[in-house]
């Protein structure tokens, strides 16, 4: 768990603005993961990398778009069109996507619009 | 495509009762089901797995169970403490190389002292 670091860790958002949610990884994965968490809620999926320089959608990535130009690094920039991205941002990978690979969380981005 | 029920959503129990979770899923498929705890402003962490080749696994005072049959796996915590209280996600996915993980969508636990 230790070897995946999330940044910033808190994030204020004007209206209209994109920012971007920094993801690195050092447990040499292949795959990683973006989630989204509502408070009280549970974690949906907004994009996942099975390889570098690919991506694939998840179930919310309307708003959202990503790049995976290094193996270490997924970084998420949440742009204006979302239109209501406070939220709870989880960072994940895994060795290889599916034949039973755990997934590892990073420690989380919390994303204020003010 | 793999869809994953869990209940309840909150549960409280008093401090050393057993706390039991359950999920159910649809892909008969699917084949490993892991377990997550996520404290309060905190990233989930996995505490127990299993796989569909064993129908029972401990680590302690947890154990999950699966009924291949029934297509339901279980969580159970025995002895609570205080630092059980958290939200417990299952989840569950198939074996086959580019398969996404299914989460359950939560059960937040509480401990009453």
């Known amino acids: 768990d230790g070897g995946i670091t999330q940044s910033p860790k808190y994030l204020f958002r004007k209206e209209g603005q994109n920012v971007t949610l920094s993801c690195e990884q050092n447990?040499?994965?292949?795959?990683m993961y973006w989630y989204r968490q509502d408070p009280g809620q549970g974690l949906r999926l907004i994009y996942y990398?099975?390889?570098?320089?690919?991506?694939q959608k998840g179930d919310i990535a309307e708003g959202y778009s990503v790049s995976r130009e290094k193996k270490e690094s997924f970084p998420l920039t949440v742009t204006s069109a979302q239109k209501n991205p406070t939220a709870f941002y989880l960072c994940?990978?895994?060795?290889?996507?599916?034949?039973?690979?755990?997934?590892?969380f990073g420690e989380g981005s919390w994303l204020t619009v003010v | 495509g793999e869809n994953v029920e869990q209940h309840p959503s909150t549960l409280s129990v008093q401090e050393g009762d057993s706390a039991v979770i359950k999920c159910t899923y649809s892909?008969?498929?699917?084949?490993?089901f892991p377990w997550y705890k996520q404290e309060l402003g905190k990233r989930p962490q996995l505490i127990i797995d299993?796989?569909?080749?064993?129908g029972e696994k401990k680590d302690q005072r947890i154990a999950v169970t699966l009924n291949k049959t029934a297509k339901h796996f279980s969580l159970h915590i025995t002895e609570t403490q205080p630092e059980d209280s958290a939200v417990y996600f299952c989840?569950?996915?198939?074996?086959?190389?580019?398969?996404?993980?299914?989460f359950g969508s939560g059960t937040r636990l509480s401990i009453r002292p």
């Open positions: 994940a990978s895994s060795a290889g996507m599916g034949r039973g690979n755990t997934i590892y």
């Open positions: 447990l040499n994965h292949d795959a």
């Open positions: 990398s099975q390889i570098v320089n690919d991506f």
């Open positions: 892909d008969s498929a699917s084949n490993y």
């Open positions: 299993i796989r569909s080749n064993v």
């Open positions: 989840a569950a996915s198939l074996y086959s190389s580019a398969s996404k993980i299914i």
